[in-house]
């Protein structure tokens, strides 16, 4: 089994910012793309931003230019670095790993953390 601990939500003002990190533990034999996923209240959620093994990024268009993902494979973690804040990022983040934990390929998410974005 695989689990992923998140940190770094809060309450925060527009304009300003917030990291988040997510620590893969448990039984890994190596692990492939990790990312954020996000929901708001009445809303699906949504693709934030994910990194492959190779370092290969995708973000969604509303992100672009304001958060960064990244990724320590010594620490099997992934962080998501979110400047320039809004209202609107105001959501549950969710981290998101795929990993091979003994023979099974598997897809395994966080608990969500909390962001809240002040107007």
């Known amino acids: 089994q695989v689990q992923l601990v998140e940190s770094g939500g809060g309450l925060v003002q527009a304009g300003g910012s917030l990291r988040l990190s997510c620590a893969a533990s448990?039984?890994?034999?190596?692990?492939?793309?990790m990312g954020w996923y996000r929901q708001a209240p009445g809303r699906q959620r949504e693709l934030v931003a994910t990194?492959?093994?190779?370092?290969?990024?995708r973000y969604a268009d509303s992100v672009k230019g304001r958060f960064t993902v990244s990724r320590d494979n010594a620490k099997n973690t992934v962080y998501l670095q979110m400047n320039s804040l809004k209202p609107e990022d105001t959501a549950v983040y969710y981290c998101?790993?795929?990993?091979?934990?003994?023979?099974?390929?598997?897809?395994?998410w966080g608990q969500g953390t909390q962001v809240t974005v002040s107007s």
């Open positions: 448990g039984s890994i034999v190596s692990i492939g793309a």
């Open positions: 998101n790993v795929g990993a091979m934990s003994g023979i099974i390929n598997g897809d395994y």
């Open positions: 990194i492959r093994s190779g370092g290969n990024t």
